[in-house]
């Protein structure tokens, strides 16, 4: 037993390992100095996820650190593009399910077919409290658009298996416009999980 308890190995090199695994799972970004937080690998996102459902709000899993600034969401459209979108927005709440922030409402703004949308928070979110958030995202439309992600077997395997496990992606909040509710409602498992990055 050491003051690291039953580790007996070289910290710097595990340490080593962890941001060459980071680095190796997202290409072009390094870890130990840019904001760059995600819930799945950019490579995983293989899908074309039916995640959203007009006026719904649809949110993921993204473990941040305190002392992280989060300012921009992004997420990706799949093969279906947005059919006469009306608002649409992106959003971010804590680990208590309490609004960090919004983007602002997009209106009829277009989202063409693979198309990658990175929008602003309107204020940066600074980070007080490290563990799991949720992002989340809401298009009203007559058809929302697909998103770029995993389509996994079924809801069961995207809800919590085994306690204390999260919901990889869920919906929550309905009848939806222009704004984000300002505390999450109950959490529906979907199977879609989108990928959708935090920057």
């Not at 090199?13 to 937080?37: C, H, K, L, N, W």
């Not at 459902?53 to 649809?58: A, D, E, G, R």
């Not at 998103?147 to 085994?162: D, M, Q, T």
Request: hydrophobic share 40%.
């Amino acid at each position: 037993m050491t003051v690291h308890g039953d580790f007996t190995g070289n910290i710097r090199d595990e340490m080593g390992s962890f941001v060459a695994q980071s680095r190796e799972r997202y290409p072009g970004i390094d870890p130990t100095d840019d904001m760059y937080r995600t819930n799945m690998p950019r490579r995983a996102a293989v899908s074309n996820a039916s995640v959203l459902t007009t006026q719904v709000l649809s949110t993921v899993p993204i473990y941040l650190f305190q002392g992280d600034t989060v300012t921009s969401i992004t997420f990706v459209s799949a093969t279906t593009a947005a059919s006469v979108p009306t608002n649409w927005w992106f959003a971010l709440y804590d680990p208590d399910g309490a609004l960090v922030g919004q983007t602002a409402d997009q209106t009829s703004t277009a989202w063409a077919a693979n198309t990658k949308m990175t929008k602003a928070l309107g204020t940066p979110a600074a980070i007080t409290e490290t563990g799991w958030y949720r992002a989340g995202i809401m298009v009203k439309a007559t058809t929302p658009p697909t998103l770029a992600g995993v389509a996994l077997h079924n809801a069961v395997e995207s809800a919590a298996l085994i306690s204390g496990e999260l919901i990889l992606s869920a919906t929550s909040d309905s009848s939806l416009t222009d704004t984000a509710p300002a505390t999450l409602g109950a959490l529906t498992a979907i199977a879609g999980v989108p990928l959708c990055i935090l920057t």
